[in-house]
């Protein structure tokens, strides 16, 4: 007589659940590794998008705009300007505050601690400088810089 119970042993299930939990301890680590990375990723791509929104809406709008970048509060904000060169008023939009795990630098050597603001004129230039994306390490690690690297221009690139 034949005795066909089916199912899973008692001894399988364990066997899979052990599999299952060195699996999960093998990825772990890397998968908080690419979730930190994914907040420094999107640091970076919020800024540059907020400077080439200016740059196309200073252009668009025959107004100057900018780019204000308070380093220390970790945050930035756009403002429309009320004249198309020398305005005499801006008109601020909200904060962006970045994640408290983000430390702010500028220059390309990234090592600059004040405030940064970026221009931009309707012919499309701008003033030239870098904002760095940077880890709360000691030293702070730079994950990605984020500027214009030619006034001439005005165009925003990361790095």
């Known amino acids: 007589m034949k005795n066909s119970a089916a199912g899973f042993s008692l001894i399988e299930l364990i066997v899979v659940?052990?599999?299952?939990?060195?699996?999960?301890?093998?990825?772990a680590p890397s998968f908080m590794q690419w979730r930190q990375n994914a907040v420094y990723r999107e640091a970076s791509l919020d800024l540059l998008g907020a400077l080439r929104k200016a740059r196309n809406f200073s252009i668009s709008n025959n107004r100057e705009y900018r780019v204000e970048?308070?380093?220390?509060?970790?945050?930035?904000?756009?403002?429309?300007?009320?004249?198309?060169?020398?305005?005499?008023?801006?008109?601020?939009?909200?904060?962006?505050?970045?994640?408290?795990?983000?430390?702010?630098?500028?220059n390309a050597d990234c090592l600059?601690?004040?405030?940064?603001?970026?221009?931009?004129?309707?012919?499309?230039?701008?003033?030239?400088?870098?904002?760095?994306?940077?880890?709360?390490?000691?030293?702070?690690?730079?994950?990605?810089?984020?500027?214009?690297?030619s006034a001439s221009t005005g165009r925003a690139v990361a790095d």
Do not use: K
């Open 17 to 27: 659940m052990a599999i299952m939990a060195i699996v999960t301890t093998i990825a």
């Open 69 to 106: 970048v308070q380093l220390s509060n970790r945050r930035f904000r756009l403002s429309e300007g009320n004249l198309a060169s020398n305005s005499s008023a801006f008109t601020p939009s909200s904060w962006y505050n970045f994640p408290t795990s983000i430390t702010l630098r500028r």
């Open 112 to 149: 600059g601690t004040a405030d940064l603001t970026f221009g931009f004129n309707p012919n499309g230039t701008s003033n030239s400088g870098y904002i760095c994306i940077m880890d709360n390490s000691s030293p702070p690690v730079r994950h990605s810089r984020v500027g214009i690297p």
